[in-house]
């Protein structure tokens, strides 16, 4: 199917399309050009209106701006990704709250039990909060993309090290570094994958 049949069963503008989707790449090259945690705001706050099982909204973020915070997640990255987190604008360590349901009498208050059913049940919690906040990460990305910001994620890191320097006290549970900048092009030098078709990746019953 043609790109321009595609863009005529969609509801938003091809270049919208363009930015959010095909277009937009893993970015691995930034400016110089700083980003204001103002943005990263505004981006969260159009994000979190995306659906999660239950309103749980799990996913934290932590914001490191370069200077000694973010120095310490540089040796706890992957070798290979040590040097991308250490001279990216800003990086973003995203986690989820295990504990997520104390929010419940505020984003599911009409179903109080919820709360309490979950409480007592931490097995239940962790992999619905993680599946969850998988869920919130994708919108994140597409999020950053539609303010005009590149996006690199990435998740070659030592988790637990993570989680011991950075969430000791909360318990939040990292899942992945999200490098945040300003790109020229593509910010990448690596060419463009191929994707699978729709009759490659789905089954129509």
């Known amino acids: 199917m043609s790109i321009d049949t595609l863009a005529h069963d969609l509801q938003i ?43 749980i909204l799990p996913l934290r973020l932590l914001v490191l701006r370069r200077g000694e915070a973010r120095d310490r997640l540089v040796p ?27 929010h419940l009498g505020t984003l599911f208050p009409h179903a109080p039990q919820i709360k309490e059913q979950l409480g007592r049940s931490p097995e239940a919690r962790d992999p619905m909060a993680r599946t969850n906040a998988l869920i919130q990460a994708g919108y994140l990305i597409v ?51 191929p994707r699978l078709e729709f009759a490659d990746a789905a089954t129509v019953l």
């Open 13 to 55: 503008a091809p270049e919208v399309a363009d930015r959010l989707f095909r277009t937009a790449r893993t970015a691995r090259e930034f400016t110089d050009e700083s980003v204001d945690v103002a943005q990263i705001e505004a981006v969260y706050d159009l994000i979190k209106w995306g659906p999660t099982a239950m309103n």
């Open 143 to 193: 999020g950053l993309r539609a303010a005009g910001l590149g996006a690199g994620p990435m998740n070659g890191m030592d988790f637990a090290a993570v989680d011991a320097e950075f969430f000791a006290e909360c318990g939040w549970r990292s899942l992945m570094v999200v490098n945040v900048g300003h790109v020229v092009g593509a910010g990448t030098p690596l060419p463009r994958l």
């Open 76 to 102: 706890l990255m992957a070798e290979g990704n040590q040097e991308r987190v250490a001279t990216a604008p800003l990086s973003l360590v995203l986690a989820y709250d295990p504990d997520f349901h104390q």
